[in-house]
């Protein structure tokens, strides 16, 4: 599922910068609440891999490192003031995410665990 932040082209993966101190598990729990309104099952979060890439909406030497995980939530997705809107997305949908975005679904379409 990507979401597509306030005055951003491409979708993100839900997700965010570490703050201080801040565990994977935390920052996860934190801003999928943020962005989405829902609760992370902190104890079903599986690590899914570390991807890289040029940041988007950032200069061209900017690479980000992505942390990725799968987990269970509870509630209703909900998109805050910060996401324009969600969407759920298929393999065929690859173009309109960003760069990093795109290796994660190449990962999962490898593994057949994204429908074109
Ligand atoms: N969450 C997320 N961020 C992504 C993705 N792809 C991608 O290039 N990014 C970039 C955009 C941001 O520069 C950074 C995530 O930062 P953030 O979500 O904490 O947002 P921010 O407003 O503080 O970031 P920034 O634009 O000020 O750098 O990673 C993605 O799939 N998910």
């Known amino acids: 599922m990507s979401t597509r932040s306030r005055g951003k082209s491409v979708y993100y993966f839900p997700g965010g910068k570490r703050e201080a101190g801040e565990t994977d598990v935390e920052v996860l729990c934190r801003e999928i609440k943020e962005e989405l309104d829902v609760e992370i099952d902190r104890d079903s979060a599986i690590y899914i891999g570390t991807f890289e890439a040029h940041a988007h909406g950032h200069d061209a030497e900017v690479l980000l490192q992505m942390r990725c995980y799968e987990a269970n ?23 309109r995410t960003s760069e990093v975005d795109q290796k994660i679904f190449d990962f999962l379409w490898e593994r057949a665990l994204i429908d074109m």
Do not use: K, N, P
């Open 73 to 95: 939530f509870s509630g209703t997705l909900t998109a805050s003031s910060e996401i324009d809107c969600f969407e759920w997305m298929r393999y065929r949908d690859r173009e």
